[in-house]
Nanobody, 128 residues
Framework: QVQLVESGGGLVQAGGSLRLSCAASGRTFSSYAMGWFRQAPGKEREFVVGISISGGSTYYADSVKGRFTISRDNGKNTVYLQMNGLKPEDTAVYYC?????????????????????WGQGTQVTVSS
C-alpha cells in the first residue's frame, strides 16, 4: 500500500510561483515512477509531468514546458513540482500519482491509467 500526501497549493497571482510537494509512504519509493496531474472544474484529469524511477528522465505536457520543473528526492520519499510563470489556466486541483509497476529504463507514462496510487490533491488557484 502506498500513501501519497500533497502540499504546497494555494492562491497566487498570474506570473507567480508555487512549489508542490508529494510525500510518499513505503520503503520502495525509489522504485516508483511518479507523476503530477491536474483537474480543473468540469474537465478531465490531465497529465502535467512525469519522472522516471531514477529521476533521469522527465516528460512534460506542452502546456507547462519551460515553466514547471519536476524533481524527486528518493532519500526523503518526496517528489516536487516547481511551478513558475503561473497562468490563470493553470488553476486546478493538482494530484500526485505513483506508478508502482514501472520497470527501470522504460518511458515515463503520461496516462491516468498507468498510475495506481493517487494523493488527495491540492488546490492551485491563479488569479489574473
Amino acid at each position: 500500500q502506498v500513501q501519497l500526501v500533497e502540499s504546497g497549493g494555494g492562491l497566487v497571482q498570474a506570473g507567480g510561483s508555487l512549489r508542490l510537494s508529494c510525500a510518499a509512504s513505503g520503503r520502495t519509493f525509489s522504485s516508483y515512477a511518479m507523476g503530477w496531474f491536474r483537474q480543473a472544474p468540469g474537465k478531465e484529469r490531465e497529465f502535467v509531468v512525469g519522472i522516471s524511477i531514477s529521476g533521469g528522465s522527465t516528460y512534460y505536457a506542452d502546456s507547462v514546458k519551460g515553466r514547471f520543473t519536476i524533481s524527486r528526492d528518493n532519500g526523503k520519499n518526496t517528489v516536487y513540482l516547481q511551478m513558475n510563470g503561473l497562468k490563470p489556466e493553470d488553476t486546478a486541483v493538482y494530484y500526485c500519482a505513483a506508478d508502482t509497476s514501472r520497470m527501470p529504463g522504460t518511458v515515463v507514462p503520461n496516462t491516468v491509467y498507468a498510475y495506481d496510487y493517487w494523493g488527495q490533491g491540492t488546490q492551485v488557484t491563479v488569479s489574473s
